[in-house]
Structures are given as structure tokens and as C-alpha cells.
């Protein structure tokens, strides 16, 4: 079935779709933002249209995950790959260390980078099931001196997610980059969440960060600007110029959220779409075998693989004469990963599903 | 006169004006790039596409500067502030030392960021003459043991640039952000160059490195992934997610530039638009005065005061009626600031030039 601008049903990893609306509202805007005069890729930072773009996306984020008013938003740079080490060069210095839980390949990089600043303590490390499953947070032993316990709440690679909120004494560093914004958040059971924008927000380019204030207070002096969390929450994120244009179509997307009913109906769709993909999965008789155990399933990113790697390919050649684009697995799991975005369709899950069932019947 | 699509006439320092041809081909292709069926901005990192998008984008750069084959072209994140950083973080460790020419504000920056890392030497300082000249580089005394030196081809606040490239024996870090493309320049007499995009070159949120190959080798191990050039030039920039948007539009304006002639007729017309106002500051028997001196006057940024604060408001607010925005200098320098970048059109400098004849006939 034909998608409107003859879009393909993107199902990348991320970067991914975007809402149709917040695209047609930035090409409209692109020569001219608002009667400004100009593109808001050519705007001063420092101007107040731009600064109303800023605020107002900073508003809408803290009303979509019910921010706290102790905690600031900031956008910053360099992905998550720049908060693995950002998080570690602020709090695990001075004799500290800290708790990694570890369910997939994202988390291992993040300790990769806190091992250059300090001791880890890895608690929890699901290589022995291949990443398959994620643990019960509360019941695992945590070092008492750990300054802050890291966790990935959605590994993209592996699929697996954590489905609710942690409740630990200790400050909790969630990575969020590919499943913040697919459902409600109860933001106070966490000291800091960081996420890449190029999965539910918008454009690569821009780093959400939602720090409690207590957080900031214990960065240390002498830090690098772009590295310090304390001076770009003094500026609001502006102490240089920030991804402009990542946080305008960011804000789009936070307004779009709104309309749509907030992360309680998002979530709600999120569940619908993965159950289309899973019950595919588990309606197969093995044929499709899901990488996630049940528990640990994402909905964000449905991984799974078929019987041989002749099918695989197969599977993925024919795939793009259904307008199914970006469904080849990371190569450490293998096999199909679908990514299901706040944006992705659920007419696209339809779609896949079907070609799941009729590739069976003649492959199976 | 009234310019396509409503547009002002934008003489910010930067984020700044883009090529309407530029903006027209991105909003052309906003929602399905080239047929892909998608947006640049949702499509993966790793897609054949993204990566003929980055690779036509280095390829062109090159062109445009005449970039040796011993150089690797880097796309980061960060801004020049985050340079400030990782150019000291790479290069200012092991007991070196580095020189640092200061001719304005981001120098000084760069010279704070340094110090973070290790003894710097500032062999030369414009504050005396509240930075309104640069010196002759080749008469500085240098220290033997400094690792590099460290320059700013072009202070946007204070409107002083250096015509001519340095023949330096130490390897040159040079920050080009707000100069890059204005003109031919020799990269063989620098061992790194660094801009963010948001001049001459596309949307905030993309830094160019320009490195060559022996300092890639000269990078300490054990570095953060993000602040690792030489790991950022193992993968070609895309170690992590860049910012692909950010990316894409650089490419479209290197592609234009070639098409317009490439930096000789780039360099030309700069001179030509610098020249309009600056005849206009001349001419106007003092009423206006120009910041910096004349052998050091920047063909990017036109820096100059009126005799009283109550006139340069009346200026600033005149302005806007003719469709001149952003000219508020920075409040260091005080006065007006007229940035005119590759993009910003002639017509523009004669529209000031203008506005500037007649606000002194009626004030002067």
C-alpha cells in the first residue's frame, strides 16, 4: 500500500521516522520560520525567536514526562556515546565507584567508558543468555558506596527492555535513548536520564538531559564547558550554540506528542503495534524465533531471527517490494530487527506482519 | 526591496544566512530525499545513502580547499568550544606545553579551555588594544618546546581576521569557524583545523576537523570515544551517530560554493560586500568609526560605533524597518556588528550602506 510523498515503511534503528505532520510543518517553515524572515537553521541562538523555540520545547518535555520542577532539562551534543562518559567524569571521581547493569551492548559501552574514569562494579550481565533478558532491579546486590547505579532501559541491539521504573536508594543514571517517550515515566525515580534525540524526538544532532538539581550541585569544579552539566544548566544550554534545528523539529515532535494524548495514548499505540509484530512471532510455530524472552520483549525494537541465513536474506531481499526498509539485524544478534518508533504506523506493523505470514507460506 | 520569500536581511554572527538555493533543494526534499523514501533526518547512519551524503560532503570539501591527501576531514559535534578541549586534551599532555596568539574572544576562550590541561603560553595578546588588530605571526617569539600553536583566523566579536596563512615551524591549530571558505587557503601550513558549521558552512550542531594524518598518530590512548580524533577517524566520522541533517546541508553548500566558482569568486565577492561597508565607515568622516584597525579589518565581520549610545540605539532600531537584522554588536565591542558571510547577498551590503548614509544625514 502506497504511503503518502512515496514514503517507505522505515523500521532503521535509528535515525527513523518522524511524524508526517511535524515534517510538513518544517519544509513549510524552511525558508521562512514564523514570518521571521528566515530558516530556523539560519537563526541566531541568542535571538528571541529561537529562544521561544527553546523554552517552549523544554515546556512540553517536562509536561509529556511530568518533569519535576527539581530536575532541569538541557540539550546538549555527541549522543549518548558522550554521556557514557560525561556521567562518569562528573560522579565517578574523588575515590568513587559505581553499579553498571548491563543488558546489552549499549550498557557495555557505557562501562567501557566509566572504567576510564574509575572503578565499575558490573552487577548484573546478561552475556550468558546472549542479552536476551533483563533482571529484576530491586533484588540485585548493589555496592553500598556506589555513587550512582547505571541501567539502559532499552537495548536497541538486543531488543530487550525494562518495563517499569527502578526504585533504588541509590542515584539511578538511565540511558533512555530509544524507548524515552514511548510510554510514562515516573522521572523522580531516576538522578539523571540522557537520550540521543534520533529515535522518539527528532534529528540526530541533539542530547536530552534530565538532571535533578542535587545532581548539578555535585559536579566538580574545573570541568571542560562542553563537558559540565553545572555550566550548561547555568546557560540553559546555550552557553555556545546549541543544535538548533535538532531542537526545533524536537519540539515539533513534543507538540505533536501532546495532541496525540501525551505518552499514555503513545504507549498504549506503542503496545498495539509490538503485539502485531510479536503475535507473528509467536503465531509461527517457530519458524520466527524472538530473540527477547517474553518479559524482556521491547516495544520498540522487535528482534528476531528465522530458521537458516539463506531465509534471512531471503527474508530482508523481499522485504523491500513491500516499502519495508532498514529491517536487517545488528550482526552480534543477527537475523531481522524491526525498530517501531513512536512514529513508525501501525498500518507499517500490518504490513510486516503479513509479509512475515506470507514469506512462512512459501519459505516455511 | 523586498527579497524572495519574505526574507530579511540576516547579518547575524552565526547560526546566519544559507544559500536560498540550498534551502529551496532541502525543502524540496524534506519528507523523501532523492527517493529514498525518506527524510535525511530519519534515515539511518549507516544507510547507502547517508553514506554517499557524508562521503560527496568530504570529497567537495576537499575540493573547495585544495585539502592534501595526508589530511582526514572530520564531521563532530560540539562546536569550536568543544575543540577548545579535545585540540589540549590530544596534544597538551605528557609535560607539553602550547603557544597561544590571542586576538579576540574565542582565543581567550581557548586559552581557558587549555589551561585545563596544561602550561600554555599566550606569545601574543591584543587586550591592550582591546582586540582591534592581529600581529605578524612569523615576528612572534615562539617557545622550542611548545607542541603546537594555537590561532584564530577570525574573531567574529571583535571583526579582526588574518589575511594570509602563517608559516609556522610548530605545528598551527587554527580556529577557522567564522573564516572557513571565505577564502583559498594553503592547509598544509596547519596540522589541524577546526569551524563549526553555523558560518559559511550549514546548520549548528556540525563541527569540521581538518587533521593531518601524524597528529591522528600523536593522540594519547585511553581517550574518550567522543573526544578521540583518531578513533573518530577510524570510522569516518561515524563512530557514533552524527549530525546527519546538519551533515547533508554542509554538502549542499559545498556543492553550491564549487558551482559558484569555489573560493577564488567566493573570496572576490567577500571582499567586494566587506569593501561596500567599510567604504561606507570611511567615507562617513568619523560618524562611524571602525573597530579594528585597517590592515587587520575582517571581510566576515564589520565591526564599528557610532559617537553616543542613544544613536547607535536609534540605529539598531532603524534598522529593522529596512529589513537589516541581527547588527547588534557584542556587548564587549559595543556598537554594530554587521556579519556578512558567503551567503548574505550584496544587495544586503548596499541596503546598509545606504541606511548608513541616510541615518547620518538625519542624525549626524
Redesign the interface.
Known sequence: MS??????F?L???????P?PV??E??EQ???YN?????V?????R?KPFEAIIHSAEEDLAKLLGIPGDYKILFL??????Q??MAP?SYLCQGAQADYVVTGTWGKKAVE?AR?EGPVNVVWDGKAGNYSDVPDLESLKYDARASYIHMTSNETIQGVEFHRDPSLKAPVICDMSSDILSRPVNVSKYALIYA?A?KNM?????TVVIIRKDMLDRVPR?M????DYRLQAENGSL????????IY?CGLVYKHLLKCGGLAAAHSRNKAKAGVLYDAIDGSGGFYKGHAEKRARSIMNVTFTLPSDDLTSAFLKGAGAQ?L??LKGHRSVGGVRASIYNAFPEEGCHTLASYMAEFQRQNG
Chains 1, 2 share one sequence.
Not at 504511503?3 to 517507505?8: E, F, H, K, L, S
Not at 514570518?35 to 530558516?39: A, D, K, W, Y
Not at 537553521?41 to 541562538?45: K, N, P
Open positions: 504511503q503518502p510523498y512515496g514514503r517507505v522505515n532503521s534503528a535509528g535515525p527513523c521516522t518522524l508526517v515534517l510538513e518544517a519544509k524552511l525558508l521562512n514570518g521571521t524572515g528566515m530558516s537553521m539560519e537563526m541566531s541562538h535571538s551534543q555527541g549522543g549518548a556515546t558522550l557514557f562518559s567524569m567508558a576510564l540521543g534520533q527528532g534529528p540526530a544532532g541533539a574545573e571542560h564547558p562542553m563537558l552557553y555556545n550554540t546549541p543544535p538548533c534545528w535538532s523539529i516499502s526498509d532498514g
